[in-house]
């Protein structure tokens, strides 16, 4: 299950991508990969858009209103 994401992506409101997840480790006992970005959460400008993309071609995104808090 842990190799099935192959990148993340970070995209402001516009649909301009504006960080790229780094692969850092393996998390919950090498169940699933870990992406680290350049900045924390906080950081970054509301409303963005995160895109988890799969080996598979397929593509999940999820909308994220705040950064700055955590959503599961």
Same mark, same amino acid.
């Given at each position: ?7 993340? %992506?970070?995209?402001d @409101?516009?649909?301009?991508?504006i960080?790229?997840? +780094?692969? @850092? @480790?393996? &998390?919950?006992? &090498?169940?699933?990969?870990?992406f680290?970005?350049?900045?924390? &959460?906080?950081?970054y400008?509301? !409303?963005?858009?995160? #895109?988890?993309?799969? !080996?598979? &071609?397929? %593509?999940? @995104? *999820?909308?994220?209103? #705040?950064?700055?808090? +955590? *959503?599961?």
């Open positions: 299950m842990a190799h099935f994401v192959d990148k993340v %992506v970070l995209k @409101s516009d649909g301009k991508v960080d790229r997840g +780094r692969h @850092s @480790s393996f &998390g919950d006992t &090498g169940t699933r990969k870990k680290v970005f350049r900045k924390k &959460g906080e950081s400008p509301k !409303n963005i858009t995160v #895109e988890v993309h799969k !080996n598979d &071609g397929t %593509v999940k @995104s *999820y909308k994220i209103p #705040e950064p700055s808090k +955590r *959503y599961d």
